[in-house]
């Protein structure tokens, strides 16, 4: 799709066939990604990277956020203010800065938007399991 959208495809793209029958795909990268392209629009579940350009954090932090879906987002930076600025900003339910794709059990897990609904992991996890209920009783006063 990304081929004949006009991305450029650097790396990658074809069946992974060194891992047996399934849907394996290689490690993929493309490049001159736009914004209205497919792979640029969904969430890809696989390794696939695609590289969009821009001039500044909050014209990338708009684009973003311009997405229907909200799962992860990361951003490299040695500017403190501008990573404090991008997680703050950014509406993703994991926000990594100066890594990518780390886990913690006791980190919740779960997206915004169209990409997911609750968490998994950390303490948020347990709202899953758990009905809140109000009682409200008139006592009758003594005088």
């Given amino acids: ?5 006009g991305a450029t495809l650097n790396l990658g793209g074809a069946k992974n066939d060194k891992l047996g029958d399934g849907y ?9 990604v736009t914004d209205d392209m497919t792979i640029a629009r969904e969430e890809i ?15 990338a932090i708009e684009r973003a956020n311009a997405s229907n879906y909200g799962l992860a987002s990361g951003a490299f930076t040695q500017n403190m203010e501008t990573a ?3 997680a703050n900003q950014i509406r993703a339910g994991t926000c990594w800065v100066n890594t990518y794709n780390g886990f913690d059990i006791c980190m919740p897990f779960g997206g915004y938007k169209e990409s997911g609904f609750g968490r998994e992991c950390g303490e948020y996890a ?13 006592l009758k006063h003594k005088p």
Avoid at 24 to 32: E, K, L, R
Avoid at 45 to 59: A, R, W, Y
Avoid at 126 to 138: F, G, H
């Fill in 24 to 32: 394996y795909v290689q490690p993929t990268i493309f490049s001159d």
């Fill in 126 to 138: 347990l709202e899953q399991y758990t009905q809140v209920k109000a009682i409200q009783i008139a």
């Fill in 84 to 86: 404090f600025r991008f």
């Fill in 1 to 5: 799709i990304g081929k004949k959208e």
């Fill in 45 to 59: 579940f696989g390794p696939v990277m695609v590289i969009l350009k821009f001039d500044t954090v909050d014209e």
